[in-house]
């Protein structure tokens, strides 16, 4: 109904303003606050802790009413919960996998009776979660936690995880972390931000009187993310997770940098997602759906229209008829006014016509929603676009022009893609690098749906099986990384060190060391420095030969050639990718001589165990080639009528430092893992023992892989590291190698951000594990870190019966 009384049927169908929304109170919410005095303590050990001497900070509503106020933890605060935390992780990894999920299922009821407090506080906070959407999450994860040993057997809970969001971040992204962690065994330490505080709270006291074990899950406010690096400090934390904006993630990653804990960050705060209308398209759909995702008062992302220049003017002719009459769109804050004006003026002056809802009111936080037509993808309103109701719109010719601009954003949240014509839409989502596809939808998940954020949203998966991964350990690996102090380092001088001077001696030209060459674009070759390194025997002096002393162009030149056939080698079918792998397995048989030669002269084992080295690396190739087209992805029953495809993709370049234990094996191990899931490579081999990677190009050259797929660059470990966390193309780098270079790469892979796997190797070893060993869960924990998640969903009739999807708060 309309909210003019004099409203006609035909009037409300022509500018389908929505009608008066219904008021409410938030009494029960309110009577909640007024019970702790409007001022919430700190959630631990199954209680409410008020400590004394503490700092709190104010939470105000939309309005600028007062909420409450919020206890700013202390040091002390984060040894009290962390050991909290332990023991009740002791207590609940040690119930049966059905007890837990028990617990889990009586906070249903307990939420149901609870339901109406839960929805007004997240109404009163602005943190955008219903109870219906936590219902969900908790069904689908006591299911997991039901079935974990079962489904994921022999796979132990890391711990005590540490779940931190940002203040801008829905109570909704918190749950989808906080809950599989629960399922799983794991205590959980919350760390939320300012408008999911009070939620999280209240939750936390409801899951204690489910039954849930004290300590199991805590609550800790502070007055900023560092908090949460507090947390990370100490020593009983095993894993962090954030979720929320990209600079509060980066301030995150910097400030654990060095602390030995692993850290994955979702920054989808403020993520840029395309919206895309094909001329095959419902148009009214489409435009229906462009006025509901980018208008909203509250939203985390930001869209841009990507229109077909067929239907651009049948798009913008029922965008004036939809917004005509809307009204203004509340800003953050009158300081956003001034930075949205100064993004409308700019479109103006680059040319684009804007289409709005009403006249711009004088002064205020108020702002119309506003369609800037004619942006182009370098314009500086779409590429960093500015806090309120504006909505760029680029136009395309074809479908390869549309993956184009729907993939000029260095985010990879999300896409919005509308038409008709399956094959298209099957299509243009397998080409977008975004982790959540919606065809003729939008803002739609689920907790089946497993999620990565691509390129630079995100560095690990949400939802589903595979979400629930991350919180496990599996059994064929110890912790990678130390726990300890961060280093005293200045992160410009690393890496930056001379290499050894080469002497020129008097050794006959007979007997002179032999000298190896690196492998770039299909090639052995020299390094681009001209230079030399020696590579000295195990025990006392001397050269046993020469290596390349490759550098940041040689990366370069091997990135260059990596990019060029990465695309084309993932699309190859699963099996075309299996033979090539069967082919290099070949290869290395027929050089097993001269490889083991290589192990045993330089790692100094003896002829057998160079050889039944070689022989373990030849099965372990052959593993991966019967791996490649056995794993690939699922059909997802979702709570609604629709088809949800599950898709494993390609990382897309990858830089690998190898171990310096089992030379040979390790390496066929994490090449095998990346190229059979499509990914390209870049090897630096083991400074220590280099010998055996170098005796391999020996096999690439007699191998069916494609040109630049696979290069190997010798030299300083530590130049070659820097040159892989500086290149803005390689998405993931594996390192084996100093606490130095660990530290180095959590503080500098952020900008953009990529997929770390770091084991910081002793003298004697690599942190325990056994690459020699068989255990099935080898193969699949290194194919999970080679591979990035997307979702599609592509909805069908509805069914009234079935319960809604989730909606993102976007």
């Known amino acids: 109904m309309a909210a003019s009384s004099t409203s006609t049927v035909f009037s409300i169908f022509q500018n389908m303003e929505y009608g008066p929304a219904a008021t409410s109170g938030c009494t029960t919410a309110q009577a909640w606050l007024e019970h702790h005095s409007r001022s919430l303590g700190l959630f631990i050990d199954g209680k409410f802790v008020r400590p004394a001497d503490r700092g709190t900070r104010s939470l105000t509503d939309c309005k600028g009413g007062g909420v409450c106020s919020l206890v700013c933890a202390g040091e002390d605060d984060v040894s009290q919960c962390a050991s909290s935390a332990v023991t009740g992780q002791r207590a609940w990894s040690g119930m049966t996998c059905y007890n837990r999920a028990k617990v889990l299922l009586r906070l249903v009821s307990v939420l149901g009776q609870h339901a109406q407090c839960v929805s007004e506080l997240c109404e009163l906070c602005e943190a955008s979660c219903s109870s219906s959407t936590l219902v969900r999450l908790l069904q689908y994860y006591s299911s997991w936690a039901q079935l974990r040993d079962t489904l994921i057997p022999s796979w132990t809970p890391l711990g005590v995880?540490?779940?931190?969001?940002?203040?801008?971040?829905?109570?909704?992204?918190?749950?989808?972390?906080?809950?599989?962690?629960?399922?799983?065994?794991?205590?959980?330490?919350?760390?939320?931000?300012?408008?999911?505080?009070?939620?999280?709270?209240?939750?936390?006291?409801?899951?204690?009187?489910?039954?849930?074990?004290?300590?199991?899950?805590?609550?800790?406010?502070?007055?900023?993310?560092?908090?949460?690096?507090?947390?990370?400090?100490?020593?009983?934390?095993?894993?962090?997770?954030?979720?929320?904006?990209?600079?509060?993630?980066?301030?995150?990653?910097?400030?654990?940098?060095?602390?030995?804990?692993?850290?994955?960050?979702?920054?989808?705060?403020?993520?840029?997602?395309?919206?895309?209308?094909?001329?095959?398209?419902?148009?009214?759909?489409?435009?229906?759906?462009?006025?509901?995702?980018a208008f909203k008062k509250k939203k985390e992302v930001h869209w841009v229209l990507c229109v077909q220049e067929s239907v651009l003017d049948g798009v913008v002719a029922r965008l004036r008829l939809r917004m005509a009459g809307r009204k203004c769109v509340a800003?953050?804050?009158?300081?956003?006014?001034?930075?949205?004006?100064?993004?409308?003026?700019?479109?103006?002056?680059?040319?684009?016509?804007?289409?709005?809802?009403?006249?711009?009111?004088?002064?205020?936080?108020?702002?119309?929603?506003?369609?800037?037509?004619?942006?182009?993808?370098?314009?500086?309103?779409?590429?960093?676009?500015?806090?309120?109701?504006?909505?760029?719109?680029?136009?395309?010719?074809?479908?390869?022009?549309?993956?184009?601009?729907?993939?000029?954003?260095?985010?990879?949240?999300?896409?919005?893609?509308?038409?008709?014509?399956?094959?298209?839409?099957?299509?243009?989502?397998?080409?977008?690098?975004?982790?959540?596809?919606?065809?003729?939808?939008?803002?739609?998940s689920d907790p089946c749906l497993p999620v990565s954020g691509h390129k630079d949203s995100g560095t690990c998966t949400d939802g589903g099986q595979e979400g629930l991964y991350q919180f496990l350990c599996p059994p064929c690996s110890s912790s990678p990384l130390p726990r300890s102090t961060p280093l005293s380092m200045d992160y410009t001088k690393f890496g930056t060190a001379a290499s050894p001077k080469i002497i020129p001696d008097d050794s006959d030209a007979a007997s002179a060391p032999k000298s190896y060459l690196q492998f770039v674009g299909g090639k052995a070759c020299k390094s681009e420095s001209g230079c030399s390194v020696a590579v000295q025997p195990p025990g006392d002096g001397g050269v046993l030969a020469y290596c390349p002393d490759g550098g940041r162009k040689d990366v370069?030149?091997?990135?260059?050639?990596?990019?060029?056939?990465?695309?084309?080698?993932?699309?190859?079918?699963?099996?075309?990718?299996?033979?090539?792998?069967?082919?290099?397995?070949?290869?290395?048989?027929?050089?097993?001589?001269?490889?083991?030669?290589?192990?045993?002269?330089?790692?100094?084992?003896?002829?057998?165990?160079?050889?039944?080295?070689?022989?373990?690396?030849?099965?372990r190739l052959s593993d991966w080639a019967a791996y490649c087209d056995k794993v690939q992805g699922a059909t997802l029953p979702m709570p609604q009528s629709g088809s949800a495809l599950s898709i494993p993709e390609a990382l897309g370049v990858v830089g690998i430092v190898l171990p310096d234990e089992n030379p040979l094996l390790s390496l066929v191990t994490l090449l095998g893992a990346a190229i059979a899931t499509g990914n390209a490579v870049i090897m630096v081999p083991s400074q220590k023992y280099p010998l055996a990677a170098l005796a391999f190009i020996q096999v690439l050259q007699a191998a069916d892989l494609p040109a630049g797929l696979v290069n190997v660059i010798s030299g300083s470990r530590d130049q070659l590291t820097v040159a892989l966390a500086n290149h803005s193309v390689i998405k993931a780098v594996w390192y084996w190698g100093s606490a130095e270079g660990c530290q180095f790469l959590q503080f500098t892979c952020t900008s953009p951000l990529k997929t770390l796997q770091l084991v910081c190797q002793e003298v004697e070893g690599d942190a325990g594990r056994d690459w020699s060993q068989s255990h099935p869960s080898l193969l699949e924990d290194m194919w999970r870190n080679a591979v990035q998640w997307k979702s599609v969903w592509i909805p069908t009739a509805l069914d009234p019966t079935s319960p809604a999807l989730s909606p993102l708060p976007v």
């Not at 406010?221 to 929320?244: E, H, M, W």
């Not at 960093?384 to 601009?405: D, H, I, K, Q, Y």
């Open 331 to 444: 800003l953050p804050s009158e300081a956003d006014r001034v930075l949205v004006e100064a993004a409308v003026q700019e479109a103006q002056q680059q040319g684009a016509k804007l289409v709005q809802s009403c006249a711009v009111p004088p002064s205020g936080d108020l702002y119309p929603p506003t369609v800037l037509c004619g942006a182009a993808p370098s314009s500086p309103f779409v590429v960093n676009p500015s806090p309120g109701p504006l909505l760029p719109l680029m136009t395309f010719r074809s479908n390869t022009e549309a993956v184009t601009l729907g993939n000029h954003s260095p985010h990879g949240l999300a896409a919005s893609i509308w038409t008709e014509d399956l094959t298209l839409a099957l299509e243009t989502a397998k080409s977008l690098s975004v982790g959540s596809v919606w065809v003729n939808s939008h803002s739609v």
């Open 161 to 293: 995880v540490a779940v931190v969001v940002s203040d801008d971040c829905s109570l909704y992204s918190l749950m989808l972390r906080v809950l599989p962690a629960l399922a799983m065994g794991n205590a959980v330490i919350v760390v939320p931000g300012q408008s999911s505080a009070p939620p999280a709270l209240l939750l936390a006291q409801l899951f204690a009187g489910a039954g849930l074990p004290a300590g199991a899950l805590n609550v800790l406010t502070g007055s900023d993310t560092l908090l949460g690096a507090k947390v990370a400090q100490n020593p009983s934390i095993s894993y962090v997770t954030y979720s929320g904006n990209k600079q509060d993630g980066v301030m995150l990653c910097k400030a654990t940098a060095g602390m030995g804990v692993p850290v994955s960050v979702f920054p989808g705060v403020g993520a840029t997602c395309p919206f895309i209308i094909f001329e095959s398209a419902d148009i009214d759909s489409a435009v229906d759906g462009v006025i509901e995702a």
């Open 556 to 619: 370069r030149n091997a990135v260059e050639a990596a990019i060029k056939v990465q695309p084309g080698w993932m699309k190859r079918s699963p099996s075309a990718r299996a033979q090539s792998l069967y082919s290099l397995a070949k290869a290395l048989e027929s050089k097993r001589r001269d490889v083991a030669a290589s192990i045993s002269l330089h790692a100094a084992l003896s002829a057998g165990g160079a050889e039944k080295e070689a022989d373990l690396s030849i099965a």
